[in-house]
């Protein structure tokens, strides 16, 4: 079954630094990976996606993140990041067999400081 | 606009008294799931629907029902609800197409708790 390991509970950050948060994952074959944030109060918002192809992905708001199959990670990073990033992440991976089913990880915290 | 909408938002109840956790989507979606978040342990699947008359169990289908008799609507019960099951509950939506490859809509969450 797939799996997913968020390493990080928090992840704290000054303003304008680069943020990355970790995420590796386990599955059988190719697998799609999936970065979602949720803000307080609210549900999860889709970020970005890698399904096949070039291994940096860009995404909403000036999120990208890289695949690594060897290393079995896709790590969030943001070049310079704001206040309004701090949010929930996680992240999810589903194989390309099965039957859709999405297996998250537990989520980062993600904190900016002024 | 869009959206994947859930009923209640918020809701306090007793052990035992059953209740339903409304959802529909918009989309036409043929794919929708029910999820429970919990501190420290992410998001965790209690059921999926394929399509309509079509469900299956997730990850943690004990204490709970679902039913898919139309495809914009995924209700969740809870037959007899216990403590344990005090949780967020988000309900998700996606196309089926290419299934894998979509990522899901989410409703903006049930918080739910039982004394």
């Known amino acids: 079954a797939q799996s997913v390991a968020q390493p990080e509970d928090q992840v704290n950050v000054a303003e304008g630094n680069p943020l990355t948060v970790k995420c590796t994952y386990s599955?059988?074959?190719?697998?799609?990976l999936f970065w979602y944030v949720q803000y307080p109060n609210r549900g999860l918002q889709f970020l970005l996606k890698y399904i096949t192809g070039d291994n940096l992905v860009k995404g909403s708001y000036g999120f990208e993140a890289e695949f690594n199959k060897s290393q079995t990670s896709f790590h969030l990073k943001k070049p310079s990041a704001l206040v309004s990033d701090s949010a929930l992440y996680f992240c999810?991976?589903?194989?390309?067999?099965?039957?859709?089913?999405?297996?998250f990880g537990k989520g980062n915290q993600v904190v900016v400081i002024p | 606009e869009a959206q994947v909408t859930q009923n209640p938002r918020y809701l306090i109840t007793v052990t035992g008294k059953k209740l339903t956790v409304t959802c529909s989507q918009n989309?036409?979606?043929?794919?929708m799931s029910w999820y429970r978040q919990d501190p420290g342990l992410g998001l965790r699947q209690i059921y999926y629907s394929m399509n309509v008359e079509v469900t299956d169990k997730g990850d943690v289908p004990e204490g709970y029902k679902v039913s898919r008799k139309e495809k914009r609507n995924f209700p969740l019960i809870l037959e007899s609800p216990s403590p344990n099951q005090t949780s967020l509950y988000f309900c998700?939506?996606?196309?089926?197409?290419?299934?894998?490859?979509?990522?899901?809509?989410f409703g903006p969450g049930t918080r739910l708790t039982v004394l």
């Open positions: 599955v059988s074959g190719n697998p799609y």
């Open positions: 989309m036409n979606h043929e794919y």
């Open positions: 999810a991976v589903r194989g390309y067999y099965g039957n859709n089913r999405l297996a």
């Open positions: 998700a939506s996606s196309f089926r197409l290419a299934g894998s490859q979509n990522e899901q809509f």
